[in-house]
C-alpha cells in the first residue's frame, strides 16, 4: 500500500511557492487525506492551490502540538472544509508561552479556537487509532519539562507557571510497506526520544523513518552531532527534516548521517 507524503509549508520556498515560519503536511494513505498542521497562516490554503491539493477533501484534521506555527492556520482549514475533524491532544490548551529576557510570549493556539470550533474539534488521549494503520501517540519520556526549562518554554496554569512538558505534542504514526514512518514537527520531546517511544509502543514493528523538524536551529554543532548519533543508534533508515532545524543543524546532520537525511521544502513529495 502506497503512502504519499507532500509538504504544503515549511521554512524554505520552492519553485515559486512561498513559505513561512511554520509546517503543514499531507499525508495520503489507504485511500484517505490526513492533514498535518496548518502553518503558521492561511499561506497553506494558496499553496495548497498551487499543489493542486483540494482543500475540501481532506478526510481529517490533526495539531502536533500547541504552537502558532503550526496553528494558526487551523480556523482557516476548519472555515473550508467542511468534514475533517480536527484531532488535538488532550493537554492541549491556550497556555504555551516563551520566556523573552522578563517577559512572556504566548506562542500557542489561536485564542477561542477550542471553543469557536468544539464541535469539529477531538480530544484525544493515550495511543489514538485515527484510522486502520494510523495512530496519534503521545510523548512517554519522562523529565521533559527539563527541555522546556532549557529551551525557555513554559505553560500557564490554574496553579502558576510551570515548564512546558510537551505533553501536548503527540506524534503521527503511518504503518507503511517500509514500516513505521513518524511525524513529529517540531519533536520538542527530543528526536531520538520520539523513535524509541514509537519503538516501545509497537514492539513488534520496525520503525523505518522520522519526518519533521528537531529543534536544532538555536543548538550548538557539539549538541547536533550528539543528536545524530542518537538518531543512528536507534537504527531508522530515512530522516527528512526541515522548519525549526534549518540550514546550518542539517548541513551538520547530513554530515554525520548521509544520504539517509533529506531536506523539506515547500512541495516536497515522499512516497512510501
Not at 21 to 40: E, F, H, M, P, T
Not at 61 to 69: N, V
Not at 191 to 202: D, H, L, P, V
Amino acid at each position: 500500500m502506497e503512502t504519499n507524503i507532500t509538504v504544503v509549508v515549511d521554512n524554505k520556498s520552492f519553485d515559486g511557492i512561498q513559505g513561512e515560519w511554520g509546517l503543514s503536511i499531507l499525508v495520503q494513505y489507504n485511500g484517505k487525506k490526513i492533514l498535518l498542521d496548518a502553518g503558521a497562516s492561511d499561506l497553506f490554503l494558496e499553496n495548497m492551490k498551487k499543489l493542486k491539493i483540494d482543500v475540501a477533501d481532506i478526510d481529517y484534521a490533526t495539531l502536533s502540538h500547541a504552537h502558532y506555527d503550526h496553528a494558526n492556520g487551523l480556523p482557516a482549514f476548519l472555515d473550508n472544509n467542511n468534514k475533517a475533524k480536527l484531532y488535538l491532544r488532550d493537554k492541549t490548551e491556550e497556555g504555551c508561552y516563551k520566556k523573552v529576557f522578563i517577559f512572556k510570549k504566548y506562542i500557542g493556539i489561536p485564542r477561542k479556537m477550542l471553543s469557536d470550533y468544539s464541535d469539529r474539534i477531538e480530544m484525544v488521549s493515550g495511543d489514538y487509532q485515527l484510522m486502520d494503520g494510523v495512530w496519534l501517540i503521545p510523548h512517554k519520556t519522562k523529565g521533559l519539562a527539563s527541555i522546556g526549562e532549557r529551551e525557555k518554554m513554559c505553560r500557564k496554569t490554574p496553579k502558576g507557571w510551570i515548564p512546558d512538558d510537551f505533553m501536548h505534542e503527540q506524534s503521527l504514526v503511518l504503518d507503511t510497506d517500509k514500516g513505521l514512518v513518524i511525524l513529529n514537527s517540531c519533536s520538542h520531546g527530543g528526536a531520538a526520544n520520539i523513535i524509541n517511544e514509537i519503538k516501545t509502543t509497537f514492539p513488534d514493528k520496525n520503525v523505518y523513518g522520522l519526518i519533521g523538524g528537531f529543534h536544532l536551529f538555536n543548538k550548538t554543532e557539539e549538541e547536533i552531532r550528539e543528536v545524530a548519533g542518537r538518531i543512528r543508534e536507534t537504527g531508522i533508515k530515512y530522516v527528512c527534516t526541515g522548519h525549526c532545524t534549518k540550514d546550518r543543524a542539517f548541513g551538520i546532520l547530513k554530515d554525520e548521517l548521509g544520504d539517509m537525511v533529506n531536506q523539506m521544502n515547500v512541495g516536497y513529495q515522499m512516497t512510501f
